[in-house]
């Protein structure tokens, strides 16, 4: 697709774990993966670290564009899927829509990544924090490990209360969560019965056009997150209470994502 658009340059996903072929935890970082694949761009995906995002957060890319020796690096999934479209390798997913179409698109885009993340992070930091320490904290040795726990702990308590969601019992929450995925999920079954693909592997998209939209990365990116993180076991009896989404990511999985192992069916 895209990558045609353009010589293909070196790209480096920094994803935050060293496993090279395997999803992450971050919903961000298989959005940004799910983009990438979408324009048929490769790129190699390695640990990278917070200290070295030019965001100060994962995921950020280093490109080396042809005739130039130094990587530029980007940080923020939105900000390097916009800037691979003006800088015409890949292709604009929402060029075809209306205005309202665009304003749809954006406004799926913001419950999962404005609301719906922040639910999420209640639920594996505070509801699941050993689970989730010993996972993402994996690489740091033992006696630093419950250190830096406790301090990611902190600040990520400090953000919650701060933005709003620390302000909720997690009752409350789950209920909140569980609100986000069935509208999704009415969304996609609308999405299903408007283009029913034949032969029951042909991804469908969450606007219900013939191919995909930004939206549709966001919405991937968080049902795989949730399928495979087990620091979010409610997350995922919630997604899988609603078989359309996991049809809708079971068939992006094999279409675009066959090097990965996926969720248990």
């Not at 292709?91 to 913001?110: M, T, Y």
């Not at 953000?159 to 569980?178: K, M, N, P, V, Y």
């Not at 049809?247 to 996926?262: L, M």
């Amino acid at each position: 697709m895209a990558a045609s658009l353009k010589h293909q340059p070196l790209i480096v996903l920094y994803r935050g774990f060293p496993a090279p072929n395997a999803y992450i935890w971050s919903p961000f970082v298989t959005k940004l993966e799910t983009r990438l694949r979408f324009a048929g761009l490769k790129y190699r995906a390695d640990q990278g670290s917070f200290a070295k995002a030019p965001r100060g957060k994962i995921p950020y890319v280093e490109i080396t564009y042809e005739g130039q020796p130094t990587p530029v690096g980007l940080g923020d999934s939105t900000m390097i899927a916009r800037q691979l479209v003006q800088d015409g390798l890949c292709e604009d997913l929402n060029a075809g829509l209306s205005p309202a179409g665009r304003a749809q698109d954006a406004c799926i885009r913001a419950l999962l990544e404005d609301k719906l993340y922040f639910y999420q992070g209640r639920e594996r930091w505070h509801d699941n924090y050993d689970t989730m320490v010993s996972h993402v904290l994996s690489p740091i040795p033992w006696p630093v490990r419950p250190l830096i726990g406790s301090l990611a702990y902190r600040g990520m308590m400090r953000t919650l209360h701060g933005q709003g969601t620390g302000r909720f019992s997690s009752e409350e929450i789950a209920d909140f969560r569980h609100d986000i995925w069935a509208d999704v999920g009415a969304l996609l079954a609308e999405a299903r019965s408007k283009t029913p693909p034949e032969d029951g592997e042909t991804p469908f998209w969450v606007l219900g056009g013939i191919g995909p939209s930004e939206a549709d990365a966001t919405v991937y990116g968080f049902i795989a997150s949730g399928l495979l993180c087990a620091a979010a076991p409610d997350t995922q009896k919630t997604i899988r209470s609603h078989p359309v989404l996991v049809d809708y990511a079971r068939r992006i999985h094999e279409r675009y994502f066959g090097d990965y192992d996926g969720w248990e069916a």
